[in-house]
């Protein structure tokens, strides 16, 4: 194997050393590179031989003394992720309806991707050159998928047929100095209740190097044909989860686990501040995003006025149920705030994926076309992460043919308010 390059920035290392778009990396000081964590362990000696081959096939040896204080400036052409072979019974993407981005099915359980990406993984289709490189390299931290550290639990709920002792495995890669950030997808039925209490004070050993513990609803949509059946949560259960939780960081020293926002909106109970989520270590598996919603309104409002303000017009924010108490406490605020401009809010119900499924990340066109209910003098107010990074909406709407088939201008906004741009 070696290591295809995507892009070299002209300004940095490499580029002054005469390597370029498409050259391939085979070696770097006789060990082979084969993707970019090699890249980025071999890579970060002083005097670097590197092996390439350009994109006619003619090979050279550089020699690179980094002795000045810049990167290499080597962007890798990025492997497909490894698959999952596990079957989880709360899989999200068996529950996808067919028809969308390809990019949507995808399985990945890399742990090639997990330090860099946040990715997680479960481990289980590791074999032992993977886990000695990953202590020999030091590929920390990892974000590992653990829902319980019952053997025979986690067998059941994943799928997986081979033997395999998670909290083996986790004191392994803590004996080797590897840090850890841990979710547990909490399914009632299965993992939750006494089982959910047993995992995390199994996580909370002191003998583990975990950073984190997030507890997580299992995400059910109304496309759960020929799956198992499985229960959601409700607001007592929401309610009974986070008291348990609570009790925990309490009692056993727990500060590092975490609840979702979900469990909040569930059970009706108030967003947690700031101090609860410690740098919000698992916001992007949705712990802690309405705490930074509010907190990036409360940094960016003026700003954010100001912009409306220079655009006078009648608003109307648009976003998911999740964040509905949120938003309200927003646009009252605006409403105080703007006197050229008038803003409302409504919200949009996710009838494609099913009525569990309450955040703007999930938001479709063909929801936002059916229910926004303006006129055409209205401005619309979108969450921006309804959108990839092609601007392509779940459902596979572009932002432009959205704004199109609305007929009204768009204000695309960040989720955190931390900037916005005009449709």
Known sequence: MALKIRHVHPEYLAYAHGIRDGDTILSINGQKIRDFCDLQYYGSDYLLEMRIEDKKGKR????????????????????????????????????????????????????????????????????????????????????????????????????????????????????????MHTQIVCVPGYNDREELGRTIKDLLTPSLNVLSIGVVPVGLTKYRTGLDSLEGFDAKMAKDLIKQVDDLRQTDGGEIIYTADEFYVLSGRAIPGMAYYNDYPQAENGIGLLSLLRQGFGSNRKLFTQELEDNPAEYLLLHSSAATREILKIVKRLQIDLAKSRISAREIRNHFMGPLVNVSGLLTAQDILRQHQSHPEQTLILPANMFNDDELTLDGYGMRELKGELGRRLLIVDSLFDGWKWA
């Open 60 to 179: 050279r040896s550089i020699e690179i003394i980094r002795d000045q204080p810049l990167p290499l400036g080597i962007e890798p052409q990025m492997p497909p992720p490894r698959w999952c072979e596990n079957n989880c019974v709360f899989c999200f993407i068996d529950q996808m309806p067919p028809g969308l981005r390809n990019s949507l099915y995808v399985k990945d359980d890399d742990y090639l991707y997990s330090r860099d990406f946040g990715n997680y993984i479960t481990l289980t289709n590791l074999n032992e050159a993977e886990m000695k490189r990953i202590m020999n390299q030091h590929i920390s931290p990892l974000y590992i998928s653990v829902h319980t550290t019952d053997e025979n639990l986690r067998q059941r709920m994943m799928g997986y047929k081979k033997d395999f002792d998670i909290m083996r495995a986790l004191k392994r890669l803590s004996r080797a100095g590897i840090q």
